[in-house]
């Protein structure tokens, strides 16, 4: 069953802790994405990446750092520096970076900060 | 950098209603659109895109969509909705940035279908 996981689902953080969410594909995507999406605001990528080793910022980068090391993995880590984390984040993968592919989401995790 | 623009934020219908989603973009080259779906609970999936040919494109559920490149838009439309076409819509539009195709959102559309 090919898909996206993310995990957790729900996750609480205190102020001035980092903490890293998980986002793993089964779907041979060379594509990853993280977005935030907050209400009324839609969907503002965060960052992405198109090949293992390799990532470019987003839109709202500031706060946050990814990592790939493997093809089927990008975990986003919320650091302190990020003023206003509380949110709803998602993940995405794509074929390829290109124009008609088509992004498919992960069910998300929604972070709160005490 | 583009933007995409969706006017209604919230829309409410009654069932056997009209839809019609609007969306506009600010870009004046190569585009490429997609109407996203998420369902309460579920994952965003794709409703419909358009890469090229026929500027109207039909999608999953009996929507459809069609690209006005004069008007720079992509409005997304159902003749009769039912009540699990209850979800938030998003527009987004892929443009080419250095050889990459990212895409931007819209900042979506919540629909409510009342029985």
């Known amino acids: 069953d090919g898909g996206i996981t993310q995990s957790p689902k729900y996750l609480f953080r205190k102020e001035g802790q980092n903490v890293t969410l998980s986002c793993e594909q089964n779907l041979n995507h060379d594509a990853m994405y993280w977005y935030r999406q907050d209400p009324g605001q839609g969907l503002r990528l965060i960052y992405y990446?198109?090949?293992?080793?390799?990532?470019q910022k987003g839109d709202i980068a500031e706060g946050y750092s990814v990592s790939r090391e493997k093809k089927e993995s990008f975990p986003l880590t919320v650091t302190s520096a990020q003023k206003n984390p509380t949110a709803f984040y998602l993940c995405?993968?794509?074929?390829?970076?290109?124009?008609?592919?088509?992004?498919?989401f992960g069910p998300g995790t929604r972070l709160l900060v005490l | 950098a583009q933007s995409v623009s969706q006017h209604n934020h919230h829309v409410i219908l009654s069932e056997a209603a009209s839809l019609e989603l609007g969306c506009n973009y600010s870009y004046g080259g190569t585009v490429n659109l997609f109407w996203y779906v998420q369902y309460p609970g579920q994952h965003l999936q794709l409703l419909l895109k358009y890469f090229s040919g026929d500027p109207l494109v039909k999608g999953i559920k009996g929507f459809e969509a069609e690209f006005i490149k004069s008007k720079f838009s992509f409005n997304l439309r159902k003749p009769s909705v039912q009540w699990s076409d209850t979800a938030e819509y998003f527009c987004?539009?892929?443009?080419?940035?250095?050889?990459?195709?990212?895409?931007?959102f819209g900042r979506g559309t919540s629909l409510i279908v009342h029985p």
């Open positions: 990446s198109q090949i293992v080793n390799d990532f």
């Open positions: 987004a539009v892929k443009v080419s940035s250095g050889g990459s195709y990212i895409p931007t």
């Open positions: 995405a993968s794509s074929a390829l970076p290109g124009q008609g592919e088509t992004q498919y």
